[in-house]
């Protein structure tokens, strides 16, 4: 069997929680998914750990401010299917603020907006399932 390169981008997204159930959500603004809700997260740029970029991903796009080691990591998101660009492998972090924290889009986000846990839009690429396993790492 033959061997194929294939270009493997690493990401980093962030689950920020409020302490009575909400999470924060951006409004995609440019494909894929333009117009959808997802967790705030990028591309990890040179030099940057994963952790590093979630934070700084995080600023940008729904102004939140956390430093680094504030961020727990939830686990690698690694699919070959996960983004319609090509391969993706992210690793996700989980936040919890207090409720009435104040968002404002930015960056390549249209919107950051608070949404009940229990009232979710449907989510981009596999966001749901990173919910799902921030939800089961704080049990």
Known sequence: MAHTETTIRYTADVVVTTTDGYVLLIERGFAPFKG???????HVDPGETSREAAARELAEETGVHAAPQELDQIGAFD????????????VAYHLTVLPGTAAEAGDDAAHA?????????????DHADILD???ATAT
């Open 36 to 42: 959808q809700w997802a967790l705030p997260g990028g």
């Open 79 to 90: 699919r070959p299917d996960r983004d319609p660009r090509g391969r993706y492998v992210t």
């Open 113 to 125: 907006q608070w949404w009940p846990l229990n009232a979710l839009p449907q989510l981009a690429f």
């Open 133 to 135: 396993a921030a939800a």
